[in-house]
């Protein structure tokens, strides 16, 4: 591929991370008032992007591969560095304000269980098992007829569907 339109794809692309090192720039911007570790990522994504741009113009300006080759390795070592201390710092910052807050709530009991749902599976489970006694008592009784085989196989299944598991869940008052 020719350096011109390599260098036009990549100013292109360049231009179109603005959503990424615009508000990268505000929080280097901000200073204190941004935590360290979210300044080091946005100083870390600044530097990816500046060596992006810098690749694009010496991509315009160089004609061999081996000046935009070393200044891509030239920012893209740092902006990793950097990244890889802002997840560091990050991980500093969580345990600390994990600490903190241990300290400024109360120990509470435990909340309380729901056990609806138990309540829900015993009742299936027991509607379910009582369908297939019946299915199976009712093929015990006649097995030759194919609507006992039917009743046996399809009654398990359809009982939940026949229910009304809003009322179950929700009595009227």
């Known amino acids: 591929m020719a350096h011109p339109v390599l260098a036009l794809a990549t100013a292109a692309v360049t231009a179109a991370g603005c959503v990424w090192y ?7 911007r901000a200073g204190a008032d941004r935590p360290v570790s979210r300044r080091m990522r946005a100083a870390s994504c600044v530097t990816a992007w500046a060596t992006a741009a810098t690749v694009a113009v010496l991509l315009l300006t160089t004609n061999p591969w081996t000046w935009p080759a070393a200044a891509a390795t030239t920012g893209t070592l740092p902006a990793l560095a950097l990244l890889i201390s802002s997840a560091h710092h990050h991980s500093r910052e969580t345990h600390e304000a994990a600490t903190h807050w241990t300290e400024l709530t109360p120990t509470q009991p435990p909340p309380t269980r729901d056990r609806t749902r138990y309540v829900v599976a015993v009742l299936l489970t027991t509607g379910l098992t009582t ?15 194919p609507t006992a085989w039917l009743t046996t196989i399809t009654t398990p299944a359809l009982l939940p569907l026949t229910g009304k598991p809003t009322t179950l869940m929700y009595p009227a008052n």
């Open 131 to 145: 369908a297939t006694i019946i299915g199976a008592l009712r093929l015990a009784e006649n097995p030759d007829t």
């Open 22 to 28: 615009l508000p990268a720039l505000a929080d280097l």
